[in-house]
């Protein structure tokens, strides 16, 4: 299966993916909003394509696939029901949440490709932060093997992925650890995968920044998704 999903030959057509970064923490029922508003705009060919980069405040989400048994501190931390894919998550301060906003229809009208190519994405970002990234059966993410701690054997989530699509319009995203309180995650079972544990960029020991992340988030974008990637728009 290929794993990249291209966008406009030329980015300087309207039609590019527009670029936003948020300042401060945005709120998660805004947030929605907002995105949701912006999809209905893709469709009706109002607004290009966007990635908007963000951080929530300490909040926890519920996918469709949640089990209620996985909240396991509900008064800890807000609780927000979501129409994505996927089960409990954890959002918050030194978390940069990537909102992917792209018209299948113009790109692949295929789910399952359009995962595969977020989990590219991620791995090769991880990769320009020097982090090894790798995709599991059966386990949603991308995870990292604890070499770093002398425990090849541990394997930690550094990365969600959680999509929704409307008439082939994609929204919601993916979350990448940079240095989030890690210790917020154990109020749930994080995406129901109780025997692996969470991890960040700095809990690695990689001193990176969420400026340093998105560089690396667009880097591999434009290799994934950006001119001349195999999932583009049909010509």
């Known amino acids: 299966m290929s794993t990249t999903l291209p966008q406009p030959i030329d980015p300087a057509q309207p039609s590019a993916v527009e670029w936003r970064i948020q300042e401060g923490l945005v709120d998660y029922a805004t947030a929605v909003t907002t995105m949701e508003a912006r999809a209905e705009a893709i469709r009706a060919g109002t607004a290009p394509e966007m990635v908007w980069l963000l951080e929530h405040p ?3 989400t519920a996918g469709t696939s949640a089990d209620p048994a996985d909240l396991l501190d509900p008064d800890r931390f807000p609780v927000h029901r979501t129409g994505r894919g996927g089960e409990y998550t954890y959002h918050g301060p030194g978390q940069r949440v990537a909102y992917v906003l792209l018209d299948l229809k113009r790109r692949r009208e295929d789910v399952r490709a359009y995962v ?5 994405w991620l791995i090769r970002a991880l990769d320009q932060l020097g982090v090894t990234g790798e995709r599991r059966q059966g386990r ?14 541990r394997e930690d989530k550094i990365a969600a992925i959680g999509v929704r699509v409307r008439r082939w319009v994609t929204f919601h995203g993916v979350s990448l650890n940079v240095e989030p309180e890690l210790e917020h995650f154990t109020g749930i079972v994080p995406c129901g995968i109780a025997q692996h544990g969470v991890t960040s960029l700095v809990d690695l020991g990689h001193p990176v920044t ?5 560089m690396a988030l667009r880097g591999a974008f434009e290799v994934v998704f950006g001119p001349g990637a195999p999932m583009g728009p049909r010509p």
């Open 58 to 60: 300490p909040l926890y």
């Open 116 to 120: 595969t190519a977020l989990e590219e």
């Open 140 to 153: 949603v993410g991308i995870w990292v093997r604890r070499t770093d701690r002398n425990e090849p054997g």
């Open 210 to 214: 969420l400026a340093d992340a998105d």
